[in-house]
C-alpha cells in the first residue's frame, strides 16, 4: 500500500513551458485534491475531484487543468506556466460519501521552480 | 465562502509548556474541522478531526482541540510541549456545498517552534 505518491520531486520549467505533475493513490478513495502551499499563505486549494469524470474548481484554479478518468490518477497540467506558479503542490486523497469528514491523505509534495 | 483564520503566524514555546493553536472558521452551519501537521519537507497529516458528538476531541500524540459553536474556534493544546512538537500546524474546515460540492479549505498555519 504506497498511500498517494507524486511525481516528480522538484522541477525546473522555463516561463511558457507545460507541463504535469502526477498524482496517484492505491486507496479506492473517491475525492481527490490538489493544493499549493506558498509562505504565509497555507495551503489553497486548485482543483479537486469527487469521482472519476467528475471535476471541480477550488480557490486558485487559473492557469491549471486536471482530469479524472480513473479512481486512482488525478493529474495536474500546468498550461504556461509563470514564476507566479512556483510553488510547492500537494495533491491527497480521501474518502467521501457526499460530504467530506474523512482524513486527507497527503503525498509528498513536488516543489516546481518556474524561471 | 469559507475562511480560517489562524491567529498567529508563528508560536514559540518552551519545552514542557502548554500548546494552544488557535483556529477560527466562518459558517453559518456546524462544520467539520480538522487539524494538520507538517514536518520539515513532508506532507501532511491528521491530527484530529471534530465532525459530530463530543466536542472535545483528543488526537494523535497527546493533542486536543474543543469546538465550540458559539466562538466559531477550533482551538489546538497540548498540555506540555515536546520538541518533537515543532512544526507547522494547520487547521481546515469542510466547505459545505451549495452549488458545488464539499471541498476542505485550509488556515495559512502556525509554526510552533519549542524552546529546550
Known amino acids: 500500500n504506497a498511500g498517494v505518491t507524486q511525481t516528480p520531486k522538484f522541477q525546473v520549467l522555463k516561463t511558457g513551458q507545460s507541463m504535469t505533475l502526477q498524482c496517484a493513490q492505491d486507496?479506492?478513495?473517491?475525492?481527490m485534491s490538489w493544493y499549493r502551499q506558498d509562505p504565509g499563505m497555507g495551503l489553497r486549494l486548485i482543483h479537486y475531484s469527487v469521482g472519476a469524470g467528475i471535476t471541480d474548481q477550488g480557490e486558485v484554479p487559473n492557469g491549471y487543468n486536471v482530469s479524472r478518468s480513473t479512481t486512482e490518477d488525478f493529474p495536474l497540467r500546468l498550461l504556461s506556466a509563470a514564476p507566479s506558479q512556483t510553488s510547492v503542490y500537494f495533491c491527497?486523497?480521501?474518502?467521501?460519501?457526499?460530504?467530506?469528514?474523512?482524513?486527507?491523505?497527503f503525498g509528498p509534495g513536488t516543489r516546481l521552480l518556474v524561471l | 465562502a469559507q475562511s480560517v483564520t489562524q491567529l498567529g503566524s508563528h508560536v514559540s514555546v518552551s519545552e514542557g509548556a502548554l500548546v494552544l493553536l488557535r483556529c477560527n472558521y466562518s459558517?453559518?452551519?456546524?462544520?467539520?474541522l480538522f487539524w494538520y501537521v507538517q514536518y520539515p519537507n513532508q506532507g501532511l497529516q491528521l491530527l484530529l478531526k471534530?465532525?459530530?458528538?463530543?466536542?472535545l476531541v483528543k488526537g494523535i500524540n497527546g493533542f486536543e482541540a474543543e469546538f465550540k459553536k458559539s466562538e466559531t474556534s477550533f482551538h489546538l493544546t497540548k498540555p506540555s510541549a515536546h520538541m518533537s512538537d515543532a512544526a507547522e500546524y494547520f487547521c481546515?474546515?469542510?466547505?459545505?456545498?451549495?452549488?458545488?460540492?464539499?471541498?476542505?479549505?485550509f488556515g495559512p498555519g502556525t509554526s510552533l517552534s519549542v524552546i529546550p
Open positions: 486507496m479506492n478513495h473517491e475525492y
Open positions: 471534530y465532525t459530530t458528538g463530543a466536542t
Open positions: 481546515a474546515v469542510t466547505e459545505v456545498g451549495r452549488t458545488s460540492y464539499d471541498k476542505v479549505i
Open positions: 491527497a486523497s480521501s474518502y467521501y460519501a457526499g460530504v467530506i469528514q474523512e482524513t486527507q491523505y
Open positions: 459558517s453559518s452551519v456546524p462544520p467539520y
